[in-house]
């Protein structure tokens, strides 16, 4: 992650989502879990970056006629073919994976009022990529496809959608109105994997995530697209990714939320790294550096409140509470020890 936001974004606002990741209580506590889940974000990470480098040198390399164009630098096809392998593997991590291929096409989209230059040259390079993703994912569909039996975890989760189909509507704008709840007010209620209740963000975390938010909606409408600025770009795939990634939780409810958002987890603290790093080059073009070091002390000790919490929270507070110990069968685990 660190890598594809300096990339897209700038170093400083890398090194504060890595921290926030490293030290906030979801990530510390499904990367310690290490269920299945944790590798959605992994491999899909990685497929942004790759089509992220790949997308970049394209459109540094394009020339100015656009006859050309289209097809010059056809062996930069190559890591848009790699960024597709990655994705059809992501497939096979966990569900939430096969809604996640539709913020491409809808960059696309993006690109057709910003910047049609771009389309001209990536259009089909993602279509290729698209293709291959399939590819690779297809053992799995057609399984899927053959067995349907194997698919009861989704007919169980997507309750509310056969109700809305039915006519009864209640049920599914309740879920989605309640997961809405989950960054700031009112998360997970199950012990399982999180403290019952505990939203994705601490207070002051939560309102830099609004500010960051805002922040990328702004460049979404302003930024001016060149192969040196894509803040525009960066900032529509990470909040087409955050819809994607977060639309599952709406139709399941918050129940169980933290696995089912897993694919969220890298934007976590993505956007308030955002929002402070826009504060610091504000401060630093306002203030000058004086004013700019006590702010990076400042951030700083933000983490360090950050992690204090996390110990705090994971360590203490969850660990020992006794429903965890119950659901993770803590007696048994020691009857084992013991015989062992």
């Known amino acids: 992650m660190i890598s594809w936001v300096s990339q897209a974004f700038n170093r400083s606002t890398a090194l504060m989502t890595g921290a926030g990741l490293a030290l906030g209580f979801w990530p510390v506590m499904s990367g310690r879990q290490a269920l299945r889940s944790i590798l959605l974000p992994a491999l899909f990470v990685l497929a942004i970056l790759v089509f992220w480098l790949a997308f970049r040198n394209v459109i540094s390399a394009a020339g100015p006629n656009k006859k050309t164009r289209f097809w010059r630098g056809f062996h930069r096809l190559l890591p848009f073919i790699a960024a597709g392998i990655v994705l ?33 040259v990536t259009w089909w390079r993602i279509g290729v990529m698209l293709i291959v993703m399939f590819l690779i994912a297809a053992p799995l569909l057609l399984h899927l496809s053959a067995n349907p039996a194997a698919e009861t975890r989704i007919r169980q989760l997507a309750e509310p959608l056969y109700a809305a189909q039915e006519g009864e509507w209640g049920l599914l704008a309740g879920q989605a109105l309640d997961s809405l709840r989950l960054f700031f007010v009112e998360g997970d209620p199950t012990w399982r994997y999180n403290i019952a209740g505990r939203p994705f963000l601490t207070p002051l975390f939560g309102i830099l995530f609004i500010l960051g938010l805002l922040q990328a909606l702004w460049w979404i409408v302003t930024s001016k697209e060149s192969a040196d600025r894509l803040l525009g770009s960066a900032s529509f795939l990470s909040l087409s990714w955050l819809v994607a990634g ?25 956007f308030p790294a955002v929002a402070l790093a826009t504060g610091g080059a504000w401060v630093a073009w306002w203030a000058g550096n004086g004013p700019r070091y006590l702010y990076t002390a400042g951030v700083v000790l933000l983490f360090t409140m950050l992690a204090l919490v996390t110990w705090r929270d994971y360590f203490q507070t969850w660990a020992n509470h006794p429903e965890v110990r119950v659901q993770y069968e803590t007696t048994m685990a020691t009857a084992i020890d013991y015989l062992n």
């Open 88 to 120: 059809g593997l992501t497939f096979y991590t966990y569900i939430p994976a096969r809604a996640l291929w539709i913020i491409f096409p809808a960059l696309l989209l993006y690109w057709l009022f910003k910047k049609r230059d771009f389309i001209l």
């Open 246 to 270: 977060f639309a599952p939780v709406l139709i399941t409810g918050p129940a169980l939320s933290m696995t089912q958002t897993i694919a969220v987890q890298p934007l976590i603290y993505l």
